[in-house]
Every structure is written in structure tokens, then in C-alpha cells.
């Protein structure tokens, strides 16, 4: 007798760290998730998917997942465990943990979390309420958006901006420091649709990206000088009376400090000189961006990631204040809608729990933490879920220092036996997406997209949720704030009540899927028309009055806690800073390693996920190491060749790419590659710094100095201490 195959589908939500959050469908039959596709329904991603989630479904069974509690067996890195019950687990957790507390205090114990997965439940704050209560170290969170999200802060307070969906309605487009195509892909439509209504597209960035050879005009600076290049714009808007005038005065704080500061120090051939960027280009620019009315900017994460990137964004922003930009539909800056959504983040987080004087570490830090802590307070556990350090974190030979620590205790939960997971001693088993119920919200549309739960988890993985809920319940959390449901859970972190979600309840989403924050209608909206920011002064903040106290990160990067921030001294008005290294800065260091190194996402990788299927590593191919042909041939390097790449903190190896992609003086090697996959045991952050940048403690991935040589494959193999090759697979007893 033949039985007809159960078929159903269910509507879900990309999980990754990427502004899109597609909507999409999963195809289940007799209870197996056997296709992922895009919702064609959602306004925004209209049934696409990137190259990222082409085998999500086989994603689900990769036959390498962790599917129970483990613990080490063999030495710290070689990635050897042996399977344990969730029971044992949790008691050496809490055995371990107490015994921490007893003798160094809950500080030295410090949770290690980002945005590998994005929900609202089960992401960038799963967690915090539990180590909030735990009395640990509270983890500041600033890999992205941290420094771009304390200078908007500063300049237009936490609005939502430009909508995306409203770019359709702009006449001149400015990407600036973002590779849409690859790193936002659903707003390409959007903005094509401006282009055939006479929109123009500019972009600005030091690589010939895919965007960048699809615009109509690509401008090239000199990494970390993006501020000089604003400010000179300023310089031709201001001069040449190009400016808003009557906005300025109505809308705009502290022009007269900006206008002094801006004709003063830095005239168009003083910026030219700064960015490379030829005076004449930088004046047409500027003219052009000023007389275009609806004209929008799209603010790209890789702005802040130098010295002075969070004035870069400042400056920026500040442009759209002296031209009126907000007057008009699709006129604006777009940083994150992150700020629309109305997030309980006080309950979510619980600040309350935080002791004063708590401390904090940054997590890009991590390394010193580690090894050489500022504080003197030793660091005697992580706990490392939703993040992969030994791949993302720069300063990666000082992480591996510090994790090879026999005094550490190392929890992590994960999906694999990534390289910061081979230095686990006690391993718990993740779900992934379909196996979850979720709520996504979004950092690059404004609409909530609900996640069904579609298949049953495999083996003894369980949602972030649950984890938490096992180990308050070992640590003796009793109350019933410890137990609630997934369901639970994401009715108490939405304020339903808000304005905003007029017309959107729980039921809706889990119906239709998605739903749009009432903020206006697409082609009309106009937030800050009549000023209206959300700034102390209710105007555009040229001159900061949010400065006072110096250096700060915006409270969800640091689960809400407002105490010990990082306080240094912040100028009030936008301005340049050069980079910690280059050959203006440190000449010395330049001579030694001339070239500028920057280290965009990969087009086949989500950060460091995937980077470990045999698919997308195909698709994403090998790393590359683009260069400039003017330097490669004075270095005899030859495209195709393999290169090393590095300085005093590190080295990989890429295959080199030449040509005009690059300016001369830079080399590009995308992130995400693990480690333990590659030739010598490291990747691209290896060489990074773990300074900070000048506001909101973002990192530095693209202010480092290296040197690039040729390779003798013959000679490469990893190195003393390096995490463990391919060949070198984990193994695990069952």
C-alpha cells in the first residue's frame, strides 16, 4: 500500500547578522526540512535568498553538527571529546562556577556573546539577564555598529532614518563604506528602481567592490580618512552658499562651531591631499549632493572601522543637515532602523541585576583580557555562545595564547567544532533556525519577521532559550522569570503597546509572518521634515551636547548597563583624525609593513559561518589577497601567486589578486575563513590590532599596517602552537 508523504510549510526568518532578515518558507516532508526559499510575499526581500543560504536546508543536517554535551578529553585545542548527558554537564558548569565565585568572586567569570544568531530571543541578548544575576563581567559588544551607532547617536539620536524602502523615491544615492550587492543585496532593487526614475548612485570605497564597478561614479579614498573627505565637502557646501539655510537655523545645533571649524581647517585641497581623492572630484561632488534635492546616504559598518570612524560618521551625517536633506521623501541618512523597534530592553537585559562597579570588558579586547588584564582581576571562565573569537576577534594569536590556559574553564555552545570551540571543556549542542521558534527584527528594514519552529530538533540540541533556562535552574534561579516559554518570552520583550505596532500582535506575525512598523507611508515619509530629532536639543547636533561625559557605548551593546563607560574625551564637532598606523601617523611602521590592510565580508560566508561546508567554500573560493598591479610588480609578485601577509602580531597566506581593484598602498582580504582550515593555522585577523576606535569602542579591522611576500608553499605548514590543520580533524567519542 502506498502512503502519500506528509508535506507541509511554515513560515520563517533568516537568522544572520545582515541587515536583510529575508523572510522565508520551509518545506518540511514526514517531519524533514527538505527545501528553504525565499517568502515572495515580503516587501522588502520578495523571495530571494543570497548565495549564503543556498543549502539551508542541508545546512540542518550536516553530518559534522554537535548534537550532545561533551567534554575534552585530550589537550586544550586538539579538538578530542567525549560525549556526557546534559545532567553532567550542568554540574561541572555549576561546580566549576561556584567554585570560581568562592575564590576570585563572580567577576572572574564572563560570558563571551555576539550576533551569530540575530533573534530577538535568541540573540545578541540571550543570556545577559542570566550572567546580570550571576554577578559576572559584563561583556561589552561593540564588534559592529557600536561606533556608528554612538555617533548617530550624538548627531541625530536614536531614529530610525531614511527608510530603505523610501531609497525608491531618492534623486542622489550615496553608499558610503558598504558593498551592497554583496552585504545588503535586497536594497539593490530599491535603488535600482531610483536609477530608472534619474537617481544617481555613488559609492565610496577604497575597493572596486561589485557595487562600487555598478555605480554611476566611484570615489576612492585612503582607508580612515572618510571624515576628510565630508569635511571637505562641507568646506565647498558652506563657501560656494550651497547650504539649507533656513533648515540650518530651524532644525540644525552648533552651525556657527562647524561653519568656524570647517573654513578654518580643512579647504578642498588640504582634504584632497589627506584622502587622494583629486579637489576637483571632492567640489563636483559636493555640488552635486547639494543640489540634488532627495538626496539619501547609506552609512556602511565599515566607516567606523579605523581611529576616527565614529567622527567619520558624524561628519557624514552632518552633511544632510546642512543641505535640508530630510525635507524630502527618500532624503536622509539610513544608519540602522535597529532604533525603531520597541524592544523591552530593560526586561529583556535586567540591568537591574548589575552590582555597581561592576566591570566590563570589551569584546574585542578579549586577548588582553585573557592574558595581560589591565584590571588584575584574572578571567577564570568563558563561556563563548553565538560568537567565534578564534576566527572574528582580532589580536588571534593572543586569543589562542589565552585560551590554551589549563586555569581557564571554556563552556561553549555551538552549532560545530569551530576553532574556538576545540578549546572547550565542556561543549553544549545548538539548535538551528528551523528547529526554533523566533522573532527577528531588523537592522536594515523596518519590519518584524516571525520564525515557526518546522522540524524537531536533532539529537540533544536545544534553542539558547532553553540553555538558559537549565542553567538558571542549576545556578538555584528560582523565580518563575527563569521558566518562561519561547512563546512567553517574545510577548514580554515587544512593547505591544508602542505606537508603533499599531495593528501587529503576536498572532498576526505567527500568521502572516511579517509585519511593517506603522512609520509612515513609504512614498511620503519625511521624519525629521520639521526637525523633530531625538536629541537633547530636538535639532540635528553639529556640535554634540551628548559629550559631556566622553566615550560611550550605547547601552543594549552592553546589556543595558550604564556604569563605567569607557569616558575618554570626545571632540564635539566632527572633524579627521589620521589612523593609529599608517604612513602619516607611524612612518617608522610604515617603512616596515607599507601597506594598508582592509578586511571586507566575504560573498559566500556570513562572518565565519559556512566558511566550514564544502559548498560555500566553493562558491567563495579561496582567500585572496587583492593587491594593486603598481605594487605587485615592485614586490615581483605575479597574480596568482601565493603571498604572505603580516606584521609584528601575526601572518596568513592568499592567493594574490592583481589588478585596479585596490589603490595603490592597500591589500583586501575578505574575513570569515577559519583558521584551523587554512595552510599556516591562521586568517585574516590575525594581524589586526585590538585598539578601539574613537567612539563607541568599535574595532579596527581596517586600520593595520602589513607587509606582503611572496610564499614558498614548500615551506608553509601551521606553526608552533597554531590551531590544528585540516587534516587534523576534531575527534569525538561517543
Not at 518563575?480 to 508602542?498: A, E, G, H, P
Request: with cysteine.
Amino acid at each position: 500500500m502506498n502512503i502519500q508523504a506528509e508535506k507541509k510549510q511554515f513560515l520563517g526568518a533568516c537568522p544572520q547578522d545582515c541587515p536583510d532578515t529575508c523572510a522565508m518558507v520551509y518545506d518540511v516532508q514526514d517531519g524533514k526540512l527538505t527545501k528553504v526559499t525565499g517568502n515572495k510575499d515580503h516587501p522588502i526581500t520578495r523571495g530571494g535568498l543570497c548565495v549564503k543560504l543556498k543549502d539551508f536546508a542541508e545546512h540542518h543536517y550536516n553530518p559534522d553538527r554537535i548534537l550532545y554535551p561533551m567534554r575534552r578529553v585530550g589537550e586544550k585545542g586538539s579538538g578530542q571529546f567525549e560525549r556526557i548527558t546534559w545532567d553532567e554537564a550542568l554540574s561541572e558548569i555549576r561546580d566549576r562556577w561556584t567554585g570560581i565565585i568562592d575564590e576570585f568572586g563572580a567577576e572572574a567569570i564572563m560570558p563571551y556573546n555576539y550576533l551569530g544568531h540575530e533573534g530577538t530571543i535568541n540573540g545578541l541578548f540571550v543570556g545577559d539577564a542570566f550572567f546580570n544575576k550571576l554577578g559576572s563581567t559584563v561583556a561589552e559588544k561593540t564588534f559592529c555598529a557600536s561606533g556608528s551607532s554612538t555617533a548617530w547617536l550624538m548627531t541625530v539620536g536614536p531614529s530610525g532614518g531614511v527608510d530603505p524602502e523610501s531609497f525608491a523615491h531618492s534623486k542622489y544615492i550615496v553608499l558610503w563604506g558598504v558593498n551592497t550587492m554583496t552585504t545588503n543585496l535586497h536594497h539593490w532593487p530599491i535603488i535600482q528602481e531610483a536609477r530608472s526614475n534619474g537617481a544617481k548612485v555613488v559609492v565610496i570605497d577604497p575597493v572596486s567592490t561589485r557595487t562600487a564597478k555598478a555605480a554611476d561614479l566611484h570615489i576612492r579614498p585612503r582607508p580612515g580618512t572618510d571624515a576628510a573627505l565630508a569635511m571637505g565637502m562641507m568646506h565647498v557646501i558652506i563657501s560656494e552658499g550651497l547650504t539649507d539655510d533656513d533648515y540650518i537655523a530651524q532644525h540644525t545645533h552648533g552651525y556657527d562651531e562647524l561653519k568656524a571649524r570647517v573654513l578654518s581647517e580643512y579647504p578642498v585641497e588640504h582634504c584632497a591631499d589627506i584622502t587622494g581623492v583629486p579637489a576637483d572630484v571632492i567640489r563636483e561632488f559636493a555640488r552635486e549632493y547639494a543640489k540634488t534635492k532627495g538626496q539619501a546616504i547609506r552609512l556602511g559598518v565599515a566607516l567606523e572601522r579605523n581611529h576616527n570612524g565614529g567622527q567619520a560618521i558624524r561628519a557624514i551625517t552632518s552633511l544632510s543637515g546642512l543641505v535640508g536633506a530630510w525635507r524630502y521623501p527618500g532624503g536622509g541618512v539610513l544608519e540602522m532602523p535597529l532604533w525603531e523597534f520597541p524592544l523591552n530592553y530593560d526586561h529583556i537585559c535586567r540591568p537591574d541585576f548589575i552590582k555597581p562597579g561592576t566591570r566590563v570588558v570589551n569584546l574585542t579586547r578579549i586577548g588582553e583580557a585573557l592574558t595581560e588584564p589591565k584590571d588584575g582581576k584574572p578571567l577564570k571562565s568563558l563561556m563563548v555562545y553565538n560568537a567565534n573569537p578564534m576566527s572574528q576577534a582580532p589580536e588571534q594569536n593572543k586569543i589562542r595564547e589565552g585560551l590554551m590556559r589549563e586555569d581557564l574553564f571554556v563552556v561553549c555552545s555551538e552549532l560545530f567544532i569551530t576553532d574556538t570551540a576545540k578549546y572547550a571543556d565542556i561543549l553544549l549542542p545548538a539548535c538551528m533556525q528551523a528547529e526554533q521558534e523566533e522573532l527577528m527584527f531588523s537592522w536594515g528594514h523596518f519590519y518584524f519577521t516571525y520564525n515557526h519552529k518546522a522540524i524537531e530538533a536533532p539529537g540533544e540540541t536545544v534553542p539558547n532559550t532553553e540553555l538558559f533556562r537549565r542553567l538558571a535552574n542549576v545556578m538555584g534561579f528560582e523565580e518563575d522569570f527563569w521558566q518562561r516559554s519561547d512563546t512567553q518570552l517574545i510577548k514580554d520583550y515587544v512593547n505591544w503597546d508602542s505606537h508603533l505596532m499599531e495593528g501587529i500582535t503576536y498572532e498576526l506575525l505567527r500568521e502572516e509572518g511579517y509585519a511593517r512598523l506603522k512609520i509612515g507611508d513609504v512614498a511620503t515619509r519625511t521624519p525629521h521634515a520639521e526637525g523633530n530629532f531625538p536629541t537633547p536639543t530636538g535639532k540635528l547636533e553639529f556640535l554634540t551636547t551628548q559629550a559631556d561625559d566622553g566615550n560611550f557605548v550605547a547601552p543594549p551593546w552592553r546589556s543595558m548597563y550604564t556604569e563605567m563607560q569607557p569616558g575618554e574625551a570626545v571632540d564635539k564637532l566632527p572633524g579627521h583624525n589620521e589612523p593609529y598606523e599608517s604612513a602619516v601617523s607611524t612612518p617608522e611602521l610604515a617603512k616596515k609593513y607599507p601597506f594598508s590592510i582592509i578586511s571586507p565580508k566575504s560573498h559566500g560566508f556570513l562572518n565565519s559561518q559556512y566558511a566550514n561546508e564544502t559548498t560555500q567554500q566553493l562558491r567563495q573560493g579561496e582567500q585572496v589577497v587583492i593587491m594593486n598591479h603598481e605594487d605587485a610588480r615592485n614586490l615581483g609578485i605575479e597574480d596568482g601567486q601565493m603571498v604572505r601577509v603580516g606584521n609584528d602580531r601575526g601572518e596568513f597566506v592568499g592567493r594574490a589578486k592583481v589588478g585596479t581593484d585596490v589603490i595603490p598602498g592597500v591589500v583586501s582580504a575578505s574575513l570569515g575563513y577559519w583558521p584551523g582550515l587554512s595552510l599556516t593555522g591562521t586568517a585574516v585577523n590575525c594581524v589586526s590590532s585590538d585598539r578601539n576606535a574613537n567612539l563607541g569602542m568599535a574595532p579596527t579591522y581596517s586600520d593595520n599596517l602589513v607587509g606582503v611576500v611572496p610564499a614558498n608553499l614548500d615551506n608553509i605548514s601551521p606553526g608552533s602552537g597554531a590551531v590544528p590543520s585540516k587534516a587534523d580533524k576534531p575527534v569525538v567519542r561517543a
